[in-house]
């Protein structure tokens, strides 16, 4: 008897347990994970559980929160795993993981960076996720649809459009007597004028003009930003004639975009040898009156200009001004793709509906980020933010490197290596010239 | 009938004693797990970068087809290229030397039983367990121009500091500094280990004929731990020949490429660039030449063994 009723106590277990098994299975099949990568940073520390994206600050925090906010609350049990990887070598890490064949659902991309994937036929048209997302592409700001449509068809969702910034520091601006009659800094008009402004800061102040990053690999966009924006300005391209597989730097306006660079450095005008962190913690600390970076950076100068023990007295932005013949300024917008490979029905429809989320939060990213939107519907109230006024031009005068061109991201390196070059090895706009040839020739030479 | 029952117990007493020392093709069997793994993760990745290496093969477009020598020829061309040969030959010799005499000077002095010396010992290893991204991020803010350490120090004697970060000439060797101060601990160790088998016997001697604390070094000590002289001569080539993190991001290989190594420009050219043909390509010249470095260090320690 006893052993015919352990006997059955066993089975009994083995049923309850199995059935437990079984049910647990069963609710763990129905959650459905994506993966997403992206770069943006990773803040744990201060937003790891936070899910309140509106008081959330800076690219990184509204990203962690808006994650948190859609993992918590989503009817369809899907759950958005991040991926963050650093963006100095975000698409090194991406490229070798779709050759892997570790593909994430869904990545982070610039538009200037989709040619080349398209080319490859890794990221694919999604129009009809859009569609069956409920996002209306008609909604694209012009800027951004240029960038995510590639042959007519459209690639990516746009998640925003950034561009090239001077953050100033007025309090210094006024030190030296550069601001108008209504306190507002007077902005150069020429190389000439901003090589007064520059020697009058360093006269009244003792800190240089510019404070930019130079040092590091992620430092090199810096540098290739302010190279194409003058460019733009000047109305020149490095690829002429609609030939995209030769590059020429023996053109008069890139020497002179070279040259600028050249005076800032002889004349000690611009910082050298600083990272990223060091740049950020100097202009924050008055130690420079004109940070060069781009619009993801408004709120964190914005938070950082409040705070009595700043250095950074007065702030202000403004688009990188125009020191040529138009107004232009570089301009280039994050989008979310989903890569070939990286998706079964299942994942495929879960990333519809995050990216309809994303589509719908757009405008908290454009708040807590800086970065314009890329709905029309949400340029009016963008405009009521603080400094956006000054950045709303962006939509009309950004401008990108074609899609043909192909390796952008190996140009961004070298352009803005020959940039850094200049300003931390002192080496003259002649031979960063002659130097971003020979490079671009052997970056071109193949396929 | 008798000869065959003979015999039989004979054959069995022999192959009994030659059981343990005889060669048969099962005793490969030791061996397996070891020779798979070479092969596997060694032998068949460098055939195959080999292979690439006369290939034109995009990360991202795919395989072009063989180039023959090509690869080859535009490294021979490519003045970055070259640039990063002479950064990485020149970081192996300014390197190298100092692992060896630093690392030999610190175990000379600390090679005794006292807890200072066990406390210094711990010092100077605990560095080699933090990872680059810590070291270079210490080191930026030691280097950095204006606000780094080296510059307030320097100021407060109204001095400039020299800019590692800078500086042509001074990139690599800034870098250097970072890399001994990071990993000396594994030389230290290796000739503390070395000096501990030197028998005490001789020491004694040698204080009986009132040789010097010079004399004991040069006729005693250094004799006697020439091979690990050579051994760690030969790890450090082989690693130092492998400088990648610290250049990447210290000073991603600025100012105008007089800090990039050869790993570096593999990387960018594979990763970067998405050339892997051309990346592998690069590949084995530093295979080449890491393994002329170390044939030469491993020659000349022979010749000195036969003198």
Known sequence: ?447 | MSAPSQARPVRVARRDADAVGRRTAWNALFIAPYMLAFLVLLVVPLGLGMWLSFQDYDMLAGYGGPVGWENYERLLGDRIFLGSVRNTIWFVIISVPAFVGLGLFLALLLNDDSRKSSFFRSIFFGSSVLSVTIVTLVWRLVYMPDRGLLQNIAGMFGLTAPNFMTTEALALPGIAIVTVWWIIGLPMMLFLAALQQIPKEVYEAAALDNASRWRVLVSITLPAIRRTIVLVAVIEVILQFQLFGQANLITNGGPNNASRPIVMFIYEAGFRDWMLGYAAAASQILFVLMLGAAMLQMWIGRQKDGG
């Not at chain 1, 003792?206 to 810096?222: E, H, I, L, Q, T």
């Not at chain 1, 924006?229 to 070279?258: H, L, V």
């Open chain 1, 1 to 447: 008897m006893t052993i015919t009723k352990l006997t059955s106590a066993l089975a009994a277990g083995a049923i309850v347990a199995g059935a437990l098994a079984t049910s647990g299975a069963a609710l763990a099949q129905q959650k459905t994970e994506i993966s997403f990568a992206r770069f943006f940073g990773a803040c744990d520390a201060d937003y790891g559980t936070s899910q309140d994206y509106q008081k959330a600050r800076g690219e990184c925090g509204v990203m962690t929160t808006l994650v948190n906010h859609f993992n918590a609350t989503n009817k369809d049990n899907i759950v958005v795993k991040p991926q963050i990887i650093e963006w100095g070598p975000y698409y090194q890490q991406l490229t070798a993981r779709i050759a892997a064949r570790d593909v994430p659902t869904i990545a982070v991309m610039h538009t200037s960076q989709i040619g080349d994937f398209v080319r490859s036929r890794i990221v694919e048209p999604i129009e009809d996720d859009l569609k069956a997302a409920g996002i209306d592409i008609n909604d694209f700001t012009p800027h951004a649809k240029a960038g995510v449509t590639l042959n007519g068809k459209v690639h990516a969702l746009p998640w925003d459009t950034h561009s090239w910034l001077w953050h100033i520091n007025v309090g210094m601006f006024k030190q030296a007597g550069l601001v108008d009659a209504a306190g507002a800094p007077i902005v150069p008009k020429t190389v000439d004028e901003l090589m007064q402004q520059a020697k009058l800061i360093k006269e009244k102040t003792g800190k240089p003009y510019f404070v930019m990053a130079s040092v590091a690999a992620g430092d090199a966009g810096n540098g290739a930003r302010s190279f194409w924006t003058m460019m733009y300005t000047q109305n020149a391209s490095i690829f002429k004639d609609g030939n995209f597989d030769k590059a020429d730097f023996n053109s008069p306006e890139a020497k002179n975009a070279f040259e600028v660079f050249e005076r800032l450095s002889k004349e000690g005008y611009i910082t050298k040898g600083t990272d990223g962190a060091g740049a950020l913690g100097g202009f924050i600390g008055g130690n420079g009156a004109v940070l060069l970076t781009g619009t993801w950076r408004i709120d964190d100068m914005i938070a950082a200009a409040a705070k009595p023990e700043s250095g950074l007295k007065e702030y202000t932005a403004r688009i990188f001004p125009n020191l040529f013949k138009q107004d232009a300024v570089w301009a280039d917008n994050h989008s979310w793709v989903m890569l070939r490979g990286g998706t079964n029905p299942q994942t495929r429809k879960a990333a519809q509906i995050f990216m309809k989320y994303l589509w719908d939060h757009n405008f908290d990213w454009a708040r807590g980020g800086g970065h314009l939107p890329i709905r029309n519907s949400l340029m009016a109230e963008y405009a009521k933010l603080p400094e956006r006024p000054n950045v709303m031009r962006i939509t009309e005068i950004g401008r990108s490197l074609p899609h043909d061109v192909r390796r952008q991201f190996g140009f961004q390196s070298l352009i803005g290596e020959e940039v850094n070059n200049i300003i931390n090895g002192n080496k003259l706009a002649a031979q960063a010239m002659k130097d971003a040839q020979e490079r671009a020739d052997q970056l071109l030479s193949r396929r």
